[in-house]
T-cell receptor, first 110, second 118 residues
Framework: KNEVEQSPQNLTAQEGEFITINCSYS?????LHWLQQHPGGGIVSLFM???GKKKHGRLIATINIQEKHSSLHITASHPRDSAVYIC????????????FGTGTRLQVFP | GAGVSQSPSNKVTEKGKDVELRCDPI?????LYWYRQRLGQGLEFLIY????????KSGLPSDRFSAERTGESVSTLTIQRTQQEDSAVYLC????????????????FGPGTRLTVL
């Protein structure tokens, strides 16, 4: 069993739809990262969170530490949101190494 | 300010040759990370530095891989006697250390070096 699992693996949506991507992990962590990898390969860090909820523009990330689950939401999705979204966590409390989920490929059509 | 930069952006080499990949982190970032992404696959951790020391080298695939960091700035990842399975995009990231072993901030990624071993 992977230590970090994401769902769905692939997601297509029409412009304007509300998107949810889920991440479950099996290790104890200090913080969870959400990353965005553009079709050209560049990676951008979207959020790092250890509790509660964070919002940046149309993106919202939530985490439930007790349930070891995080969600990334995109409101009013747009074709430019098309990318691979990756969640990542440290495997234990004593390292800043990250282990990565396999990613969710999102395509938003106009 | 400048982001994380990596060089070269592309490297084609012959099997058995040594390669050096360079990462220039954001100025002031004391944590530096190396990752690898093989074609069509997810990200793999290789090694990270806090300052000049590497607390976790567990991701290095073999003893052909090594990394150095000098002066809390530039880092080089060296792959000796390259093999075809080393072909991948090698990504570097940097972040602040807020304090403690697990208190690093958001990681900022470089554009990567695409390594092709023929």
């Amino acid at each position: 069993k992977n230590e970090v699992e994401q769902s769905p693996q692939n997601l297509t949506a029409q412009e304007g739809e509300f998107i949810t991507i889920n991440c479950s992990y099996s290790v104890g962590i200090s913080a969870l990262h959400w990353l965005q990898q553009h079709p050209g390969g560049g990676i951008v860090s979207l959020f790092m969170l250890s509790s509660g909820k964070k919002k940046h523009g149309r993106l919202i990330a939530t985490i439930n530490i007790q349930e070891k689950h995080s969600s990334l939401h995109i409101t009013a999705s747009h074709p430019r949101d098309s990318a691979v979204y990756i969640c990542a966590v440290p495997p234990n409390y004593n390292t800043d190494k990250l282990i990565f989920g396999t990613g969710t490929r999102l395509q938003v059509f106009p | 300010g400048a982001g994380v930069s990596q060089s070269p952006s592309n490297k084609v080499t012959e099997k058995g040759k040594d390669v050096e990949l360079r990462c220039d982190p954001i100025s002031g970032h004391t944590a530096l990370y190396w990752y690898r992404q093989r074609l069509g696959q997810g990200l793999e951790f290789l090694i990270y530095f806090q300052g000049n020391s590497a607390p976790d080298k567990s991701g290095l695939p073999s003893d052909r891989f090594s990394a150095e960091r000098t002066g809390e700035s530039v880092s080089t990842l060296t792959i000796q006697r390259t093999q075809q399975e080393d072909s991948a995009v090698y990504l570097c990231a940097s972040s602040f250390i807020l304090g403690g072993a697990t208190s690093t901030d958001t990681q900022y990624f470089g554009p990567g070096t695409r390594l092709t071993v023929l």
